[in-house]
């Protein structure tokens, strides 16, 4: 990929997502580094590391169409108790996902594959952990005791940016610790 920097702090992240095909380039010779990751990208990613199970569980997203690249890996990952909705019936597969959904959704899949999800940490080390969405702060704790989500620097301050989108640069960096020292 032309776009990714050989000494770029991502780059072994996207090496080891892209070698072990669990991401993809956005074209032959783009990453898109700096782009955002979407909701069903994430959930496709995660579909792909559990080796892309069978399932037969109906679609219980009203804006999940059957036949799209990433309804089978939404429909498990909803059967699993993985993924939730941003409300009952709405998946929104196309939003950009947020920090504190990717730190849901992995401590969820974690529970799923049987890891030990009880590691905490002190969020209050970032000057912005109050903006955590309650039903993200345990499972933001766990990524940030786990080593997963190390926060984002802006100057000389390190930021959890819980609402912030998540560039697939930083998913890829993510899941790769995760795939590595999580789960192996």
Do not use: C
Request: proline share 3%; hydrophobic share 45%.
């Amino acid at each position: 990929f032309t776009d990714v920097e050989e000494n770029g702090w991502y780059h072994t992240g996207v090496d080891f997502m892209v070698r072990n095909g669990f991401m993809n380039g956005v074209a032959d010779d783009a990453f898109d580094v700096d782009g955002n990751l979407t909701r069903a990208q994430l959930v496709t990613i995660l579909y792909r590391i559990a080796g892309e199970p069978e399932t037969s569980a109906a679609i219980p997203f009203a804006d999940v169409a059957d036949g799209q690249w990433y309804t089978k890996a939404i429909v498990w990952a909803a059967e699993n108790g993985i993924v939730n909705g941003v409300n009952e019936t709405t998946f929104a597969p196309n939003d950009p996902i947020t920090r504190e959904q990717i730190a849901a959704i992995l401590f969820r899949y974690a529970a799923f594959k049987g890891v030990d999800t009880a590691a905490r940490a002190d969020l209050t080390a970032f000057p912005d952990a109050e903006k955590t969405s309650a039903y993200a702060r345990d499972a933001l704790s766990w990524a940030v005791a786990a080593a997963l989500v190390n926060g984002t620097k802006e100057g000389s301050t390190i930021y959890l940016d819980p609402q912030g989108s998540a560039t697939r640069a930083q998913v890829a960096a993510i899941l790769s610790r995760y795939a590595q020292n999580i789960v192996k």
